[in-house]
């Protein structure tokens, strides 16, 4: 005969409640794995919080933004004057925040457009299939088979010199992405059960489009279009570089890269250097956002619970 | 009556699941269909429910032929036959409550605010307000079955396939679910075809009018 | 003194915190489950879908999902050296001593669990090769013959095979290293009735080689047909067990009755109203002690029920709320 009562010596513990996933991992602690992404997400908020709000508000509240000063000229970065001055005296620290906040207005603005038209490109490609599927899935190709950069450059030599250009340079040629994303999905969606449900119960296309994919397809699609958003702040800043962006009298990060060429070369790397800076630390945290929601959207991680 | 005629239909090419089958639902009865599992018994209710073109022979519907499948047969003809599949869960949008699950072959045809239709069916099929307003993983398989039915006989479908409607469901989901289907047979002369592997649940469905395939 | 258990389950309890934001409370999955399999014995553990006997499984082989947490302890084997507490153990252990050793799990749709580009063959001996460390291709088509697999049979890709046949070789891979609990869980959904019988059939055999089956499932047919002892679980509790003839042929509880009541042959009645949502049981035991008080025709308090959950021991039989009179 076996005591089975004996395991009673133990009693209290076994009463109090315990995290499966604790227990799982051997540890008293949590697994640590789910803290690590919530700090990194809270960093990239926080670095992109404080971005926005400082190229929103300081080009703002300072006196003198765009002011020449040839008394000035390539100061090195000091308490007046953070980020130094650049060739013709103006001060860096406040020229770079405006000028980023020029690139970032162009960035969303054009992957806004990218994604919208993505979105509906793939939506319908996906839905209707057979040979409309066909017909746009090779004008995507097409546009992917040109480089952006130089479709970029025929539109922006075209209409030289204007914001929009550059905007619909940008989201002209980063739609296709986002509409393949969105076509696989749809693909994958509209042959499900509950497509053929509604379809049995009477239910259009337009309907089907509108109730059940384009639902569905919503968190893909803004996530290929925020993980577009830094790219377009670097063809923005390629562009402009390229003196074939912003008119030049725009203060944009690729335009004061552009400016500053000729400063480095007289040992003024702080013109360069704080502006690519900020470029970097935005694309970062934008893209540091977008890892931690990707992670979200996977469909394997949604289910927690299956009873 | 719905009937396949002569019907070929398959899913890789050159490997057809049904071969020449004739079958016959007759209006305001139960006919059962047993059949080992791959026997093409879920390809037959998809043809019948016009989801999927035979590769030949026809569909007939009260005596007339339906051509094509899916979007490409007009709204009317596909609302005459409903459908209900084996698993509840894939077969309902998870962004869907069940209110919108139930009422959704209403809203697209252009009825705005069918809430009376929808008490009824809720009332029919054992649903009631408090389960309506909940999000599919908050309701078990059985309560999304009786969703399940209540939508597929919305728009008062002629005829119904149930496609082993009780399949994951327990004894009692199951009995209460056959209840309703016979209300419909007994009130609304629907015809029902009752597609299952389990013979004694289809002899205590359908009587003796059971096809073995 | 029945003889040592090989699964004792000791008021295993497992809840699921939904989102704070969601307002309700936590998910009762499983409360209180006192649960115990000798060898011999298949015991079939049945109620409808979502009332939590599959998350009962995942418990004990430390498959839960991270938002879970658990109470109560599971032991395998106890008594004995090498006695195991699985709701305390960590997955190093689990899955080097427990999962696939000690304890072999048939899942659901068998088919989904095999590898599509690999043979049956090449797939249990891989699992020959992690379990034993070696592998000869006489133990494995031994043991295919044991379920009823030819050396043939094994030759074929999982989408070569039927649904009867798939499940086979998932069974076949749990024996692989003869674990002396087999857990099945839904083991018989979609396959018709003569795999289902077939499969039920093979589980039998186990327990007759004096193994352990916990067998889960809503197929009280499938259940009816093999099983040697029965426990009927409903919102989250069990609230019936006992020896499968017995509690089959006279059910003390109102929930098991009308379960029996509801089969096609023995009358077709379903049992009136809805199982209660898995985050309001906590607020209704407060308010009526029984769970099934809701659609049951007696009154929490007044006999024949006496509106306690807890699961309360006659003789062999165990029961809820409704002593037998």
Redesign the interface.
Known sequence: MVELDSHDTTAGEHRSWRSAARVRAGTARGTGGAARARLRLGAAVSVLALLVLAALLVPTLSSAPGTVDYQAVRLSPGPEHPFGTDTSGRDLFVRSLAGLRVSLLVAVVSTAVSALLGTAVGAVSGSLGGWADRLLMRVVDAVNAVPHLLLGIVIVALYQGTVLAVVLSIGLTHWATVARVVRSEVLGLRNRPYVDAAVSSGAGRWWVLRKHLLPAIVPQAALSAVLLVPHAVFHETALSFLGLGLPPHLASIGNILSDGREGVLLGAWWIVAFPAALLVATTLSVSGIAAVWRDRVVPTRRSELAL | MLRAREVVAGYDRGRAVLDRVDVVVPPGAVRGLA????CGKSTLA?VL???QRPWSGTVELDGRPVRGA??SVP??L??A???V???PR????P?MTLRQVVS??LR??GIRRPWRRVGELAELT?L?DE?LD?MP???????LQRA?LA??V??RPRYLICD?MT??????????L??VVGELVNEEGTGVLAIS?????L???AGDDVIRW | MQEPPLLWLDDMSVRFELGRSRGSGPVHAVTDARVRLSPGQVLALVGESGCGKSVLASALLGLLPSNAWIRGRAWLHPGTDEEVELLSSSEHVLARRVRGRRIGLVPQSAATHLTPVRTARDQLAETFRELRGRVDHGSVDELAGRVGLAPADLAHYPHELSGGMAQRVAVASALVADPSVVIADEPTTGLDRPLVDRVTDLLGELADRNRGVLLITHDLAAAKRVATHVAVMYASRVVESGPAEEVFHRPWHPYTKGLLEAMPEAGFQPVPGHPPALTELAELEREWGCVFCLRCPDTPGVAPCNGDPALVEYGSRSVAAHPPC
Do not use: K
């Open positions: 059949g080992p599992s791959g998809r429910a016009l989801l899916r979007y709204a009317e596909r609302t036959v409903g459908i599949f084996q698993q894939p077969a309902v949008d962004r959704e072959p697209a045809r054992g009631n389960l909940r993983h908050e309701v078990s398989d059985g309560q399940c939508r597929a919305a728009p082993e399949g994951m469901l327990d004894a009692s989901t199951t009995a209460a056959v209840r592997h389990d013979e004694p649940l002899l205590a469905w």
